[in-house]
């Protein structure tokens, strides 16, 4: 059974910062891994989707790196800013359904 | 384009009573799943919609069921509701079945069960 786990679960970093959240998986047998963001009480915003043949994906200040035979993925966030502030999500998917982890809880203070 | 929909945004319900709710994909999205987000579980699979069939449902008990009729619109319900149903439920769509494909969310409907 996949196991999806994030850590750390809660980061606080002052504007400016990179900083790099862990995201973990316990079955490498995996069809893509994607993440997202999510502010509090609404859904969920997809920032990037890494396809199991590839090794990263960026958009802007993002970049997303997938190591499918030790089942890790990181997303690299540069430049840190105040509404870079919210939950953030990896999940994996394989054919029969995604499976997401417990997110880190992203603070970017001014 | 138009994103994912749902409704209703918010719902409160009681013991004992059932609930519909509605997911309307991206136009052209064919795949709809369903997810369960409490703080204590996190995001939960509940079911995935493929042209109308069910093609992957998670560990939930039978009270949680749903269709997809053939606009793609998805639906929802759950019958004699517990405290425990209380969550938001969010649904996601992408052009075909899961795998591989990128998931787009809706805003989710809250459920408060009293």
């Known amino acids: 059974k996949q196991e999806v786990t994030q850590i750390p679960a809660a980061l606080s970093v002052p504007e400016g910062e990179n900083l790099v959240l862990n995201c973990s998986f316990t079955?490498?047998?995996?069809?893509?891994l994607q993440w997202f963001r999510q502010d509090p009480g609404k859904g969920l915003t997809s920032l990037l989707l890494?396809?199991?043949?590839?090794r990263e994906q960026t958009s802007g200040r993002l970049n997303a790196s997938l190591d499918k035979s030790s089942g890790r993925s990181t997303l690299y966030i540069a430049a840190s800013q105040p509404g870079d502030s919210a939950t953030y999500l990896c999940?994996?998917?394989?054919?029969?359904?995604?499976?997401f982890g417990a997110g880190t809880r992203l603070t970017v203070k001014p | 384009k138009a994103g994912v929909t749902q409704t209703p945004r918010y719902l409160i319900k009681t013991r004992g009573q059932q609930v519909t709710l509605s997911c309307s994909p991206i136009?052209?999205?064919?795949?709809v799943s369903w997810y369960q987000q409490t703080p204590g579980q996190g995001l939960q699979f509940l079911f995935e919609?493929?042209?109308?069939?069910?093609?992957n449902k998670g560990n939930f008990p039978g009270r949680f069921s749903g269709r997809q009729f053939s606009n793609s619109r998805s639906e929802m319900n759950v019958s004699t509701l517990e405290l425990g149903d209380s969550a938001l439920y969010l649904c996601?769509?992408?052009?075909?079945?899961?795998?591989?494909?990128?998931?787009?969310f809706g805003p989710g409907t809250r459920l408060t069960v009293l």
């Open positions: 996601a769509s992408s052009w075909t079945p899961t795998s591989g494909n990128e998931q787009f």
């Open positions: 079955d490498s047998a995996i069809y893509n």
């Open positions: 890494i396809q199991s043949s590839q």
């Open positions: 999940a994996v998917s394989n054919n029969n359904d995604m499976r």
């Open positions: 136009s052209g999205h064919r795949s």
């Open positions: 919609y493929f042209s109308e069939t069910q093609r």
